[in-house]
């Protein structure tokens, strides 16, 4: 049976890498080719969709189109990925190049007829299949840094064009493009006791334990001592040659005494599933220590198209006095490995620790509907808008919301209301429902009736009305008042809000609309003299900001060119 198991495991690798053409797509950059980003690998409530390759921390490198097909969707946005191009082709599958500074030329000239159209830098079209024929290596844009990117790179990423899955871009030959010797490196392991009942070396909470290299190239763990149902975590990264970044862990598994038990593999998933990134990993963790944990076992709610597969959901009983061994294997995409064995050996040890649970009077089920109300503030909670089963902290003080906090998981809204019948109508406008990150007063788009203000939220702590009444700032222009602008290329002006924050901006030359693309990074408009909608002369400037809650700020100024 043990055969035939393994059999099958290897049969599905060579299959998986096998049903995709490994010579159809072409290399998106003429430099070579490094991964600053692994796919799957695990960011801030996602997981990475794509490749990154490296672009020499510099921007503005052409990108060419991988095979032949269209341009089926272009998006501007000032977050996500920034300037994104996408390429249907004929062989059913989508490239998708993101964060790019500007496109080339002639799609450009599409892109600038849209945006003066919609009057609008954020912009989406979908061309149709015989409007933006591409052929393979054709330039389409350059590579940049806007949306959310933290430096410069090329974000890449193949999808099936039916379903949109994301699938793993090695599999079409990129792995091909750098070499890679070197097995995935676990920096710790950490043990859970999973119930009330159990315990782990003496204590019911998480347990870190050691490991030490063999003779053999393994690692053995510490012994461990367990009663109950507990799980494994680890903390991992993966390297290459020639590669000074620590990138995803492409695949592991894990058996007890030979059983398969837990496996996921980063080959393919649905966007769907991005955001059980918070239950993939030890979150409360994460947020405390911001360390990376990866759970080998689940709840009800998990990515299934990357955990491939458990039993009994990963948990491990230790209920008699057999002894076990718990083996983990990371895999890269190159075949390289690294085998972790855990022994583990049952006993009923007096506790050494208390456990950490703080027990409230709000024991939250996460599979049913839930609703608090105190003193004009309800928050009701759909089933299913948490991973698991916690004690919530809840509670109303001067017309303020303590919702427990960020240390719990959410994979739904909730919605938070606050009773507004006692304040005068006149006091409302400029009010919404505000929560606190960290120090910071944060906005929440909050819907206003009569009586009520209420918002859909992710996010847990402390909530609480607010009022913004402060227009937004316009500042630091690239010139002066009356300035000769003949051999300057650019118009740019920083803006800024401290709360409610940006919500519009128009900027206008000779009272005609003109584009501002918004680096919001950066906080800064910028409009290329290029677009040519200045007159030879003198040219009246005019831009107009407005922040959430309707505030507005108007920068006026002029400035002379002829050419």
Same mark, same amino acid.
């Given at each position: 049976?043990?055969?035939?198991v393994?059999?099958?495991f &290897?049969f599905?690798?060579?299959?998986?890498?096998?049903?995709?053409?490994? *010579?159809?797509?072409?290399s998106?950059?003429?430099?070579?080719?490094?991964?600053?980003g692994?796919?799957?690998?695990?960011?801030?409530?996602?997981?990475?969709?794509?490749? *990154?390759?490296?672009t #020499?921390?510099?921007?503005?490198? /052409?990108?060419?189109?991988?095979?032949?097909?269209?341009i @089926?969707?272009?998006?501007?946005?000032?977050?996500?990925?920034?300037?994104?191009?996408?390429? *249907?082709?004929?062989? =059913?599958?989508?490239?998708?190049?993101g964060?790019?500074?500007?496109?080339?030329?002639?799609?450009?000239? &599409?892109?600038?007829?849209?945006?003066?159209?919609?009057?609008?830098?954020?912009i989406?079209?979908?061309?149709?299949?015989?409007?933006?024929?591409?052929?393979? =290596?054709?330039?389409?844009?350059?590579?940049?840094?806007?949306?959310?990117?933290?430096? /410069?790179h090329?974000?890449?990423e193949?999808r *099936?064009?039916k379903?949109?899955?994301?699938?793993?871009?090695?599999?079409?030959?990129?792995?091909?493009?750098?070499?890679?010797?070197?097995? /995935?490196q676990?920096t710790?392991?950490l043990?859970?006791?999973?119930?009330?009942?159990?315990?782990?070396?003496?204590?019911?909470?998480?347990?870190?334990?050691?490991?030490?290299?063999?003779?053999?190239?393994?690692?053995?763990?510490?012994?461990?001592?367990?009663?109950?149902?507990?799980?494994? =975590?680890?903390?991992?990264?993966d390297?290459?040659?020639?590669?000074?970044?620590?990138?995803?862990?492409?695949?592991?598994?894990?058996?007890?005494?030979?059983?398969?038990?837990?496996?996921?593999?980063?080959?393919?998933f649905?966007? !769907?599933?991005?955001?059980?990134?918070? $239950?993939?990993?030890d979150?409360?963790?994460?947020?405390?220590q911001?360390?990376?944990?990866?759970?080998?076992?689940?709840?009800?709610?998990?990515?299934?198209?990357?955990?491939?597969?458990?039993k009994?959901?990963?948990?491990?009983?230790?209920?008699?006095?057999?002894?076990?061994?718990?083996?983990?294997?990371?895999? !890269?995409?190159?075949?390289?490995?690294?085998?972790?064995?855990?022994?583990?050996?049952?006993?009923?040890? +007096?506790?050494?620790?208390?456990?950490?649970?703080?027990?409230? +009077?709000?024991?939250?089920?996460a599979?049913?509907e839930?609703s608090?109300?105190?003193?004009?503030?309800?928050?009701?909670? +759909?089933?299913?808008?948490?991973?698991?089963d916690?004690?919530?902290?809840?509670?109303?003080?001067?017309?303020?919301?303590?919702?427990?906090d960020?240390?719990?998981? &959410?994979?739904?809204?909730?919605?938070?209301?606050?009773?507004?019948?006692?304040?005068p &109508? /006149?006091n409302?406008?400029?009010?919404?429902?505000?929560?606190?990150?960290?120090?910071?007063?944060?906005?929440?788009?909050?819907?206003?009736? $009569?009586?009520?203000?209420?918002?859909?939220?992710?996010?847990?702590?402390?909530?609480?009305?607010?009022?913004?009444?402060?227009? +937004?700032?316009?500042?630091?222009?690239?010139?002066?008042?009356?300035?000769?602008l $003949?051999? #300057?290329?650019?118009?740019?002006?920083?803006? @800024?809000?401290?709360?409610?924050?940006?919500?519009?901006?128009?900027?206008?030359?000779?009272?005609?609309?003109?584009?501002?693309?918004?680096?919001?990074?950066?906080?800064?408009?910028?409009?290329?003299?290029? $677009?040519?909608?200045?007159?030879?002369?003198?040219?009246?400037?005019?831009?107009?900001?407005?922040?959430?809650?309707?505030?507005?700020?108007?920068?006026?100024?002029?400035?002379?060119?002829?050419?």
């Amino acid at each position: 049976m043990r055969i035939l198991v393994v059999f099958l495991f &290897v049969f599905n690798i060579i299959f998986a890498q096998d049903k995709y053409p490994k *010579d159809y797509f072409s290399s998106p950059l003429d430099i070579p080719l490094a991964i600053a980003g692994s796919f799957g690998e695990l960011r801030p409530n996602h997981f990475h969709s794509g490749i *990154d390759f490296r672009t #020499q921390k510099k921007e503005g490198f /052409p990108v060419y189109a991988t095979a032949d097909g269209f341009i @089926s969707r272009i998006k501007i946005s000032t977050g996500g990925y920034g300037k994104s191009i996408y390429i *249907d082709h004929p062989n =059913g599958y989508t490239t998708v190049y993101g964060h790019l500074q500007r496109a080339a030329a002639g799609i450009q000239s &599409v892109l600038n007829a849209e945006h003066y159209s919609k009057k609008s830098y954020e912009i989406e079209i979908f061309p149709k299949p015989n409007e933006i024929p591409i052929k393979k =290596g054709d330039l389409i844009a350059y590579s940049g840094n806007t949306g959310s990117s933290g430096g /410069p790179h090329l974000h890449f990423e193949v999808r *099936d064009t039916k379903t949109e899955k994301i699938i793993n871009p090695l599999f079409f030959g990129y792995d091909s493009s750098f070499i890679d010797t070197k097995a /995935p490196q676990i920096t710790e392991i950490l043990v859970y006791p999973l119930s009330d009942s159990s315990q782990v070396n003496g204590s019911p909470n998480p347990v870190a334990i050691s490991i030490s290299l063999q003779k053999d190239g393994t690692y053995l763990a510490s012994k461990i001592v367990a009663r109950g149902k507990i799980g494994f =975590g680890i903390n991992a990264y993966d390297i290459s040659d020639n590669n000074y970044g620590k990138n995803g862990v492409y695949k592991l598994n894990a058996c007890l005494n030979g059983t398969p038990y837990y496996n996921y593999e980063f080959d393919s998933f649905s966007f !769907d599933e991005t955001k059980h990134i918070n $239950d993939f990993i030890d979150y409360p963790r994460y947020k405390i220590q911001n360390q990376r944990f990866q759970k080998l076992f689940v709840g009800y709610i998990y990515a299934n198209n990357i955990i491939k597969s458990t039993k009994n959901n990963g948990i491990v009983d230790v209920s008699s006095n057999f002894t076990m061994n718990y083996k983990i294997v990371l895999h !890269d995409f190159h075949g390289n490995e690294t085998i972790v064995n855990i022994p583990i050996s049952f006993a009923n040890l +007096p506790l050494e620790q208390t456990s950490q649970v703080i027990k409230t +009077p709000y024991f939250l089920k996460a599979r049913n509907e839930n609703s608090y109300t105190k003193d004009g503030i309800s928050v009701f909670i +759909p089933a299913n808008t948490f991973y698991e089963d916690f004690y919530l902290k809840f509670d109303v003080n001067n017309n303020e919301l303590f919702l427990h906090d960020d240390s719990v998981a &959410v994979n739904e809204n909730m919605t938070i209301t606050f009773d507004i019948t006692k304040i005068p &109508v /006149p006091n409302r406008e400029k009010m919404f429902i505000a929560n606190l990150d960290g120090a910071r007063t944060e906005y929440n788009t909050t819907l206003k009736n $009569d009586s009520l203000f209420s918002i859909k939220t992710k996010k847990l702590g402390k909530f609480f009305l607010a009022k913004d009444t402060i227009a +937004p700032l316009i500042y630091k222009p690239n010139f002066s008042d009356g300035a000769n602008l $003949d051999n #300057q290329q650019t118009l740019k002006v920083s803006i @800024s809000d401290d709360l409610s924050g940006i919500a519009s901006y128009n900027a206008y030359l000779n009272g005609e609309w003109i584009l501002m693309e918004y680096e919001s990074k950066l906080k800064r408009l910028t409009h290329n003299l290029s $677009d040519n909608v200045y007159i030879n002369g003198k040219n009246e400037f005019k831009i107009i900001v407005k922040d959430n809650l309707g505030n507005s700020t108007t920068f006026e100024s002029n400035f002379n060119k002829t050419k």
